[in-house]
């Protein structure tokens, strides 16, 4: 699945979706899509992620008391 980092404006390869799909992490392994090689998997941090389309992320992947509200 690719991501867009809000930050840099660069697309990542999200390494595991379960990280993404769990509230529990605030963090997912995610490669850099710059270059031609193939990058290490770094941390990226939830908040700095959206849709390519630029979408926001659900909240039910980011919030875990997105049921209070």
């Keep these: 699945m690719f991501l867009r980092q809000r930050s ?4 990542v390869a999200v390494v595991d979706p379960e ?3 769990s509230i529990f992490h605030d963090k997912i392994l995610a490669r850099d899509q710059v270059g031609e090689e193939e ?3 770094e ?3 939830k908040s700095d992620l959206v849709f ?4 926001p992320l659900p909240r039910c992947w980011t919030d ?3 049921r209070e509200r």
């Design 19 to 21: 990280q993404l799909f």
């Design 43 to 45: 941390p990226i941090a």
């Design 8 to 11: 840099s404006g660069h697309i």
């Design 52 to 55: 390519l389309s630029g979408e």
């Design 64 to 66: 875990p008391d997105y």
């Design 39 to 41: 990058q290490d998997p």
